[in-house]
């Protein structure tokens, strides 16, 4: 029912900026909350950070608060992830998630539907 394709992952120095962006199927987009997550090698996926469905309110872990931000264009199908001093620990394959909630929680138990994900490496 909803495909989400995750783009914008690269190379990036310490410090630096990265946009993720996340492209979703559907004409019900705008019912869904969505997430990021990200799994480094040989580690649990975690959370990142979500959304609510009308982009009114925004939840991020603390590793990540104060740096990244998440936003949605609902017109667009699509949700970001602007990611800014970015450390090597960042370094992780991220995805997208949707929910069927139009209020998630910041676990993988309340997302549904998954993107492929995007490699991101920030190294100098």
């Known amino acids: 029912q909803v495909q989400l394709v995750e783009s914008g992952g690269g190379l990036v120095q310490p410090g630096g900026s990265l946009r993720l962006s996340c492209a979703a199927s559907?004409?019900?987009?705008?019912?869904?909350?969505m997430g990021w997550f990200r799994q480094a090698p040989g580690k649990e996926r975690e959370s990142v950070a979500t959304?609510?469905?009308?982009?009114?309110?925004?939840y991020y872990s603390d590793s990540v608060k104060g740096r990244f931000t998440i936003s949605r264009d609902n017109a667009k199908e699509t949700v970001y992830l602007q990611m800014h001093s970015l450390k090597p620990e960042d370094t992780a394959v991220y995805y997208c998630?949707?929910?069927?909630?139009?209020?998630?929680?910041?676990?993988?138990?309340?997302?549904?539907?998954w993107g492929q994900g995007t490699q991101v490496t920030v190294s100098s």
């Open positions: 959304i609510t469905w009308n982009g009114g309110n925004t």
């Open positions: 998630a949707a929910s069927t909630l139009r209020v998630a929680r910041l676990v993988r138990g309340d997302f549904y539907f």
């Open positions: 559907g004409r019900t987009f705008s019912n869904y909350a």
